[in-house]
C-alpha cells in the first residue's frame, strides 16, 4: 500500500522519467542553449509561499526540458560517458527511496553488506588481489585522491613519518612520476594532496600515449628514495593503455616504490577475455582507480578507489570522533567522504543482471562500434583517422578545416555529439563509444552525419566557392 504522501510525488517523477528516457533515441542530442539566463528564468524567483509536490516537480521539468542534453542516449559520443543501464537506474531510485547512509556499518547493516559484496565482485571481475578494499567514490576523480591518498601515507610511513598527523611541510616528499598523457584529475589530485602537480616527473609517451617504459626504468634509475608511479589504463583521447606489465616490472624492483594506476575506463578491459591482454599486469600495482558512471553504465555518480594495503588506505581516511562508532572497518574508512549514499546498489544491480559475460560483450560490443566508426570514417577521403583503435575510443580529423568548427556543426544538426581535442598539437574530434544501448545502426547514422557535415563545410571553404563569395 502506498502512503499518499509520497505517492503522487513520485508518479510526477516517474512521468518525468518516462517521457525523457522515451525521447532519448530520437531527439537532438546536444541542445546548444544561446543564454543560459533563459534556464535560470525558466527557474523563477524564491517563493514566500510553497507550491505543491506535484506542480514542483511539474514545473522543474518544463523548465529543465530546453538545457537538457542526451548524454544517457545512444549517439552521445562525447567525452567517455556512459548512460544507464535500465536494472542500474531502478536500484538507484532503491538507494534514494531507502535513503540509506553509509557512513557506518550501525547506520546501515544492508547497505555495508552490498558495498563489500560489490566491491568483492569488482575485484574478481577485474582481475585484482581479492585482499583490496574498495571505496566508493564520486568518481575516478575521488578514487584518484584517494589512492594517492593511501600511497602518500605509506611511502612516508615508511620513513618514519606521519603525515596524516605532520602533513608534507618538512617531510621528506616522495617524488612523484607521471606520464605525460596522464588525465587531468592525476594532476588535481596531487595538487589537493599537497604533491603539487608541477614538481611530478613526467614521462614521455609513444604515438598512442602509452608511457615509455624504457624511459621510466631510465629515470627512476636516477631518483633517490621513495616514489610514487601513476601509470594509466585507457587514455582519454586514444584508448591506449600504458605497458602495465613492463612498468610493474621496473618498479617492482625499488624498496620504497608505489604503483597506482588511473583505469577510469581503460581497466574494464580486464573484464572481457578478449581485451585483458591490454591491461596486462594490472593486478601488480598497489593502487586502481575504476569508474562505474562511465563504462558500467551506471547513472552519476560513482568510481571506485582499490588499494592493496588496507592499513594504509584506513590510516589515511579515518576519521573518529567521541560520538562516531566507527570502526576501521566502516565504509568512511575507505573514502574522505563521512555520509554519503548507497552508491554501490546500483553497480550492484548492474553486476548481477549482466554476470560476468555480460560485462565482457558490454565492453566488446562498445570496442566493435568503436573499430566500425573508425573503417566508417576512414572511407570518407576528407577524414582521417589518428588512433589505433584498441577500445571504445575514436580519433578523427578533418583533414582540411578546423575540427573544432566541424564539431560545432554536429552538435547544430542534433544527429550525434562528439568532443573535441588538440592531439600531437592539432584539434581533433572525439568519438567515445560507453553507452549500453548504442547499437551499428546509431553509429552508421551519426558518422553519416559527420562525414555529410564534413563535405559541406569543405564546399563552403573550397577554392571555387571562395571565388565565388568574393567580390571582385
Ligand atoms: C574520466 C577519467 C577520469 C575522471 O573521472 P571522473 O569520474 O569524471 O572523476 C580520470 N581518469 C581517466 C583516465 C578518465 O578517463
Known sequence: MADPRFDPVLDRARRFADAWLASLPDRPVGRPVDDDAVLRAGLGAFPEHGAPAEQVLDDLAAALEPGLVATPGPRYFGFVTGGALPVALGA????????????????????????????????????????????????AQMANVVGLAAARHALLAAVGWDVEADGLAGAPVPTVVIGAQAHSTILQALRLLGFGSARAVRVPADDQGRMRADVLRDLLAAIDGPVLVNAQAGQVDTGACDPLDAIA???????????????????????????????????????????????????????????????????????????????GADPSSRVPESSRRARALPVHAALRHLGRVGVADLVDRCCALA??????????????????????????????????ELAAAVARDGTCWVGTTVWQGRPALRFSVSNWSTTPEDVTRSVAAITAITAALGDQQSPAAGRGARPC
Open 371 to 404: 573499430r566500425q566508426a573508425a573503417e566508417e570514417f576512414a572511407r570518407h577521403p576528407d577524414l582521417e583517422v589518428l588512433n589505433e583503435v584498441v577500445l571504445n575510443q575514436v580519433l578523427v580529423r578533418p583533414r582540411a578545416g578546423d575540427a573544432r
Open 92 to 139: 538507484d531510485w532503491m538507494a534514494a527511496a531507502a535513503d540509506q547512509n553509509v557512513a557506518a556499518r550501525v547506520m546501515s547493516p544492508a547497505a555495508t553488506a552490498v558495498e563489500e559484496v560489490t566491491g568483492a565482485w569488482v575485484l574478481d571481475l577485474l582481475g585484482l588481489p581479492g585482499e583490496c578494499a574498495v571505496g566508493f567514490t564520486t568518481g
Open 249 to 327: 616490472d621496473v618498479v617492482a624492483g625499488r624498496e620504497h616504490a608505489w604503483l597506482h594506476v588511473d583505469g577510469a575506463f581503460g581497466l574494464w578491459a580486464a573484464a572481457s577475455p578478449a581485451r585483458r591482454h591490454l591491461v596486462a599486469g594490472a593486478e601488480r600495482a598497489d593502487s586502481w582507480t575504476v569508474d562505474a558512471h562511465k563504462w558500467l553504465n551506471v547513472p552519476y555518480d560513482c568510481g571506485m578507489a582499490i588499494v592493496r594495503d588496507r592499513a594504509a588506505l584506513t590510516a589515511a581516511m579515518s576519521t573518529s570522533a567521541a560520538y562516531l562508532p566507527l570502526a
